[in-house]
């Protein structure tokens, strides 16, 4: 097997640190043109990369473990690359490619826009890092690149009042998000002597390693740490009741950022938490683990509502869309707390659905808010008159958002409604919050594209040009596409559930090395 | 009762300054407090580390003396890999210093306050 297949994934996020290097390097010296060809390049060979990943992962060689610097655990970071991770890594890519050609046009007037793609390259590396690392430490180091960036990218338009506001905000409880999920793994290092994500469902099974024994304290503290880590990710993730920093960041970003934040930064978030919580401490088997899973479910009804309630009444387009992942993510943690396998394939197909449609939806927002001068919701009356080509593809999106069959969405959307109803004990009660909320968020959703549609045609400060329709073109025929294969999704949905799930599996392929031999 | 021992003694400390570092960051007012509170909860978090890694008695710093057996040097040394976090997370506190230090003098210059029951111009 060849090695540039093995180390596409690693190659990629190092293409993308250098990126953010040379970005700097070219701004200064060659000025902007050279700075979006370079990034331009750069994240295409990204989605070449992590294609190769995806390829090589579910047809040649099936999932396997990079030891970052050829140390292998528990000594050195593991890279895991599986069926969970890599399509993920693939959307991370390819939406960071749509909104790279996005930002050409949409950042005209802005000035310094080589610190813009530069850090957006070091979020870049930070969310592929988050999606494969396997170690409980390498998390907190990534999470700080990815965070640090998309604070600082929140206020780039640094001289717009509300915008800094947001970015304190955001900045304050990020990095308190960040500071508790350090304090959780200062007590996973107390508890289990090790920070390799796959040791520690290892040793919760009465695993001895050769390098730190088993256990050093009895478990029966385990749930302390669980909520500590479900409490920094539910502020990084933005789940009620940590979400009031989510509508100001999304809103008043610049729209190609708030299409990665809503799109890519809180589904990664989610994504890392399932990761900790179902390989990382058994949530399936061990009780302590299980305790997230509720927790999961509780917050995720309170999301869901919360967030469709807030939907209802807002007057501006990009707080409307914001909260609309906010009443998703409560819908995909539903999904992951309910923990069975259709479960958490159907939150993981919402991850990707949701990151797909909600990036496209800001990228249209931003059309329609240049167009428009304006970010008010009744601003938008005879909109469809002028620019008749966005509006439809903002109404693709919007329906496929509020699970129109067959746009994407909606087969996520079933899927979740029927891991709730198969489930046992009180979960079938579930649907109800979660059809409230969906009705909800339809009616509002449904209220913004009658706005759209209704009125006189109106005068437009600028039509959008050709580089942004195509590359919100390219999201919407994702979706549609991807809509219309369902047995492809759910195959993708299934067998990365199977891989998250197989915690002895994962053990296994990432302890190998030390012939490792399972409980 | 006796609540510790004097081997508990430094983790309740270490509690203590956690939950005041917590309640300062979500109630004070002032950013920069907030700021300054975020960045005791790292150190409470470091001493945690360090804590964990040290060894009462007569432990040896975790460089192996030349002509001593490996597995006499293991068993008295204290924990290298505690001291690894610690300094991994120094060096990232500096980063997060920058960050919020920058955002907070950009509020200033358009608020005309760091306070922030005083800035009122997104709802939340």
């Known amino acids: 097997m060849s090695p540039l297949l093995i180390q596409a994934p690693i190659l990629a996020m190092l293409l993308t640190l250098l990126g953010s290097f040379l970005c700097v390097l070219f701004g200064m010296f060659m000025g902007r043109r050279a700075v979006e060809l370079l990034s331009g390049v750069l994240t295409a060979a990204t989605i070449l990369l992590s294609s190769l990943a995806l390829i090589n992962v579910y047809l040649l060689e099936g999932p396997y473990v990079y030891y970052m610097g050829g140390w292998p655990p528990p000594v050195g970071i593991p890279y895991v690359i599986d069926r969970f991770s890599a399509p993920l890594s693939l959307a991370v890519s390819v939406i960071f490619f749509a909104t790279m050609v996005y930002s050409v046009r949409y950042l005209e007037k802005d000035r310094d826009v080589k610190w813009y793609y530069s850090l957006r390259f070091l979020m870049q590396t930070g969310m592929y890092g988050l999606l494969f690392t396997g170690d409980m430490f390498h998390i907190f180091i990534m999470l700080e690149l990815m965070g640090l960036s998309a604070i600082l990218l929140v206020p780039f338009r640094k001289e717009v009042k509300a915008s800094v506001e947001a970015g304190i905000k955001y900045g304050i409880y990020d990095i308190l998000a960040i500071s508790i999920y350090y304090l959780s793994t200062a007590m996973i290092f107390g508890m289990f002597g090790s920070m390799t994500i796959a040791e520690i469902s290892a040793k919760l099974g009465g695993y001895v390693s050769p390098f730190s024994g088993g256990m050093f304290a009895d478990p029966s503290a385990l749930p302390v740490i669980v909520a500590l880590i479900v409490w920094s990710f539910a502020i990084g993730a933005a789940i009620v009741p940590q979400h009031f920093w989510l509508p100001d960041a999304h809103s008043m970003a610049p729209s190609s950022i708030s299409a990665i934040l809503s799109g890519l930064l809180v589904q990664v978030n989610i994504a890392v938490l399932a990761r900790i919580l179902f390989d990382g401490f058994a949530a399936g088997s061990h009780p302590g683990g299980a305790v997230g899973l509720q927790l999961l479910v509780i917050l995720g009804v309170a999301s869901s509502l919360v967030g469709a309630a807030f939907m209802l009444v807002q007057s501006d387009i990009k707080r409307l869309i914001a909260y609309s992942t906010i009443t998703n993510l409560g819908l995909i943690t539903i999904g992951l707390g309910v923990g069975t396998s259709l479960g958490v394939s159907a939150a993981y197909l919402h991850i990707i659905n949701h990151a797909f449609v909600k990036a496209s939806l800001f990228m249209i927002a931003g059309v329609f808010i240049h167009a428009t001068g304006s970010r008010e919701i009744g601003a938008l009356r005879g909109i469809s008159k002028a620019l008749p080509g966005t509006s439809l593809l903002y109404t693709l999106g919007t329906l496929a958002a509020i699970g129109f069959p067959p746009l ?112 | 009762m006796v609540i510790a021992t004097t081997g508990q003694l430094p983790y309740i400390l270490v509690a203590i300054m956690a939950s005041i570092c917590i309640y300062a960051v979500l109630f004070k007012s002032n950013l920069f407090k907030k700021m300054l509170a975020i960045f005791l909860l790292t150190d409470a978090v470091n001493l945690l580390f360090i804590i964990q890694g040290y060894r009462l008695g007569n432990a040896i710093p975790p460089i192996i003396p030349p002509g001593m057996d490996p597995s006499e040097f293991a068993s008295i040394a204290v924990d290298p890999l505690a001291h690894y976090f610690v300094v991994t997370a120094v060096v990232i506190g500096l980063a997060e210093v920058a960050t919020l230090t920058a955002l907070i003098i950009y509020t200033y210059r358009h608020y005309g306050t760091i306070e922030t029951k005083k800035i009122k111009e997104l709802r939340g």
């Open chain 1, 408 to 519: 994407s969405m909606f087969w996520s959307k079933l899927l979740l409604l029927l891991s709730v109803l198969s489930a046992g004990g009180v979960y079938p009660y579930l649907v109800l919050p979660m059809v409230v909320s969906i009705v909800f968020e339809s009616i509002a959703q449904i209220r913004l594209l009658a706005i759209i549609y209704s009125g006189e045609k109106r005068a437009v400060n600028c039509h959008p040009s050709l580089p942004v329709i195509l590359s919100i073109g390219i999201m919407i025929s994702i979706i549609v596409v991807t809509g219309l294969m369902p047995n492809m999704l759910f195959e993708f949905g299934r067998l990365a559930a199977e891989d998250l799930l197989n915690v002895s599996g994962y053990a296994d392929l990432v302890l190998k090395s030390l012939n490792y031999a399972a409980p």
